[in-house]
């Protein structure tokens, strides 16, 4: 535990905090670092902090001039003066399901994409997962994120024999940990019609229930990709999304396959078919896109589509590396994800910025501000947050506080490249999420990690059992 974050005796001892709840503190809070990062696009500030009331930023700058104008007895305020305030990170692509299979036995898994999905990742971990073990996978995700600096984020949920129900359930795990999540279903025709069908209203029921609530969940449209979707399937998922206001979101191009699949299928190429469809807009979600050519990066910017990147999780696949250069110099919004893989948001960022430099042989090709902000503002603007991403007044307020007791000199010039190449979740401090902390001097508040642990294990031996040819008969699971 550092010293260095000093809460005021006004906030509540870690052991004695109530559940963590998404409703803002009341109470004006200021919080002072020795430097502010608001706008990852923008300097930062040394010694400067902001003010937090209602859940939003009430007003940023100097630690003088926000001591003159805000201290006093009504204010609770907290130092932390080894440490940068920064936007929270924004995960724009997970499957919290996705920790079930952390070291599954792939003995028996088949080379090759194709034959992989439908002969080994389809019916032995997605076509397994009861509303129970998504549970537990859910709640053993959000205390990694919140570990990993992660306050709001959109999740996939692959399980067609879950629903109806299972985005109510994972739903109610979100909204007890105080996180701002966008929760989907990936609806699919790879079932039947008839689940497809199932999966759709599950996203649709979902999204009315979070608009009705208002709290910090809400729902996204969700559907496959271009192999297992039918084009009067997509266009049905397109038509409740819209009558909804709502975003919506599919795969695209994680590998050859699905290229290779629409010009066989279609004579196009997916982003093309899309086009052609009608269907590609500002409110789009396009996963992955790593198989993209200069044609249909030239789509994702005129039809404002947002890109969210797993730079690991592809590599992991052996998909290939996605040209987000090349995309966000055509204006493509690209956010960051992790895919429900490596869930540590500081690796995922390290990797966004050095495999384009490798690929490109240019140390210049990703600057590490740029990662950064893939991770914050870009995040938030794929998901639809207007008001998320930077710490500027009327904003909310998601922070964290992360320390900066590096061994070489820190100073506004190089603090982007010192955080993102040398900084880990074990430096981060303290994380709030809409006016509320989560996560305190590195602990996270109103959590028994050793029974979430006990329980997100034992799911994972449920999954892993179920079917005899994923155990390793000499012991894999011990």
């Given amino acids: 535990m550092m010293s260095s974050c000093c809460f005021s005796r006004r906030l509540p001892e870690v052991e004695k905090s109530p559940p963590v709840s998404y409703s803002s503190d009341p109470r004006r809070m200021l919080v002072l670092g020795r430097m502010l990062w608001a706008d990852t696009t923008q300097p930062p500030i040394p010694d400067a902090g ?38 929270a990170f924004v995960n724009a692509h997970h499957h919290m399901y996705g920790v079930l299979s952390h070291g599954i036995p792939l003995d028996e898994a088949p080379p090759g994409f194709w034959p992989f999905l439908t002969d080994f990742w389809w019916p032995c ?11 537990a996978a859910a709640d053993w995700a959000c205390l ?39 929760l989907s279903f990936e609806a699919t025709e790879r079932v039947s019609l008839e689940n497809g069908q199932l999966g759709l209203r599950e996203n649709a029921r979902f999204i009315d229930m979070c608009d009705q609530q208002a709290g910090l969940v809400s729902g996204m449209m969700c559907f496959h990709t271009t192999f297992t979707c039918s084009a009067d399937f997509i266009h049905r998922a397109f038509s409740l999304a819209e009558a909804r206001r709502a975003r919506i979101h599919m795969h695209v191009s994680e590998g050859v396959y699905e290229p290779e699949y629409c010009l066989q299928q279609f004579g196009q190429r997916p982003l093309e078919y899309y086009d052609g469809l009608g269907v590609l807009g500002p409110t789009v979600l396009a996963s992955q896109c790593v198989q993209v050519d200069p044609m249909e990066m030239d789509i994702l910017a005129a039809r404002v589509v947002s890109v969210a990147h797993q730079p690991i999780s592809n590599c992991e696949v052996g998909g290939g590396i996605a040209p987000i250069p090349e995309m966000l110099a055509r204006g493509v919004n690209v956010a960051l994800g992790t895919d429900g893989y490596v869930n540590n948001f500081f690796e995922v960022m390290r990797a966004s910025a050095l495999v384009q430099r490798a690929r490109l042989l240019d140390p210049r090709a990703m600057p590490a501000s740029r990662a950064w902000s893939m991770a914050t503002r870009s995040g938030a603007l794929a998901l639809g947050f207007e008001d998320l991403g930077t710490l500027v007044p009327g904003n909310q307020a998601d922070l964290l506080l992360i320390d900066i007791s590096l061994p070489s ?22 994380v709030m999420c809409a006016g509320k902390w989560l996560m305190r001097d590195g602990i996270p508040l ?29 012991g894999a699971l011990g």
Avoid at 145 to 174: H, N, Q
Avoid at 410 to 429: F, M
């Fill in 125 to 135: 971990v997605e076509d397994r997962l009861t509303p129970d073990l998504i549970e």
């Fill in 50 to 87: 902001v003010v937090v009331l209602g859940g939003r930023i009430a007003a940023s700058g100097t630690r003088e001039d926000l001591l003159t104008r805000f201290s006093g007895t009504d204010t609770d305020v907290v130092y932390a003066q080894d440490c940068v305030i920064t936007p």
């Fill in 409 to 430: 000199p820190l100073a506004p010039h190089n603090l982007a490249d010192q955080l993102l190449l040398w900084r880990n979740p074990c430096d981060i401090q303290a």
């Fill in 446 to 474: 109103g959590v028994d990690v050793q029974a979430l642990r006990e329980r997100v294990s034992s799911a994972a031996e449920e999954l892993w059992a179920a079917d005899n040819a994923m155990v390793n008969r000499e």
């Fill in 144 to 182: 990694e994120m919140v570990r990993s600096g992660v306050t709001t984020f959109y999740d996939c949920l692959e399980a067609p024999y879950a629903i109806p129900g299972a985005l109510e359930k994972e739903g109610a795990v979100v909204e007890r940990w105080g996180l701002r999540g966008v």
